[in-house]
């Protein structure tokens, strides 16, 4: 029974993360300033934590004593700006692919920072999701260094290397403190951190529609304070191995939906390499 509950809650998480890229993008489109678009979200995620998650072993104040939190919190904040800054340039789906390839760039990082060593599987999933990211990015065609979708792209690469930092760099604090206190002060700190960035945004408003504000508050309340909940409940009740599916749950529901609102475009080659990506994904996710 737990173990079927924890499947249930990291499939869920899953499900949930995986909505956030084509929400961001919809928000984007419908000119949410994108700073702003992320601090309110992360505002509204911290105030469920601390109102509604305290009690459950979210908030440890003590842990924010910590230098690498606050470098962790730092490294998150930059990762998220960069990822609204390049969906703004590029289509949902291109941003939810390179955004997975963090999940291939983290055993590269472990190898540099811990010493943990790379196994067939890991190096042929590697090998296959980079191939594939080549192929999204590209779609078979040749690149223009001064488009804005490739700008974008770089950018969410860039979102990708923070994302697997995070993991890397978080992991002794989880073991230390525990996943949910390290988590809730990841999110605090970024919500503060993010908040100088939101005067450099252009054509800056606080007058947003009903739409928009549904948007900010379902990334806030669901796709990450629940989502981060669920993925806790999951970590904690089912093995590594079990948890790790949330990654390719993650792309493929993000990439689904991307394609089914924003009609993005898919060919032969970026067809082909979100495949890579995901098999990629899965390869790594399920290596021990």
């Known amino acids: 029974m737990v173990q079927r509950k924890g499947l249930v809650s990291t499939v869920l998480a899953g499900l949930l993360f995986g909505t956030s890229v084509p929400v961001i993008k919809f928000g984007l489109n419908s000119n949410i300033p994108p700073d702003l678009f992320l601090e309110l979200r992360f505002a509204i995620a911290s105030a469920v934590i601390i109102l509604l ?35 703004v340039l590029t289509s949902s789906s291109n941003a939810a692919l390179t955004i997975s390839t963090a999940a291939l760039m983290i055993p590269i990082l472990s190898l540099f920072h811990v010493g943990e060593k790379l196994g067939a599987r890991k190096i042929g999933g590697v090998v296959t999701g980079f191939a594939g990211t080549a192929l999204v990015v590209t779609r078979g065609q040749g690149l223009s260094l001064a488009s804005s979708e490739f700008e974008g792209d770089l950018l969410i690469l860039a979102t990708a290397v923070t994302i697997a930092l995070v993991f890397v760099l978080s992991k002794r604090p989880v073991e230390q403190l525990g996943g949910r206190p390290t988590s809730g002060a990841i999110i605090l700190i970024t919500t503060l951190l993010v908040l100088p960035a939101v005067a450099l945004d252009r054509n800056l408003t606080v007058s947003l529609t009903l739409t928009e504000w549904l948007c900010i508050i379902y990334l806030g309340v669901f796709a990450t304070a629940g989502a981060y909940l669920f993925f806790m409940r999951g970590l904690e009740s089912v093995s590594p191995t079990v948890s790790s599916i949330i990654l390719p ?14 009609a993005d475009p898919f060919n032969l080659y970026s067809g082909t390499g979100a495949g890579l990506i995901i098999t990629g994904v899965a390869l790594v996710s399920t290596a021990h």
Not at 54 to 80: D, T
Request: hydrophobic content about 60%; overall charge positive; charged content about 10%.
């Open 249 to 262: 749950i993650e792309v493929i529901v993000a990439v689904l939906l991307s394609v089914l609102i924003f």
């Open 53 to 87: 998650f305290r009690s459950r072993g979210w908030i440890l104040w003590n842990i924010l004593r910590s230098k690498m939190i606050w470098l962790v919190g730092f490294i998150n904040a930059a990762g998220y700006v960069t990822q609204f800054q390049g969906q």
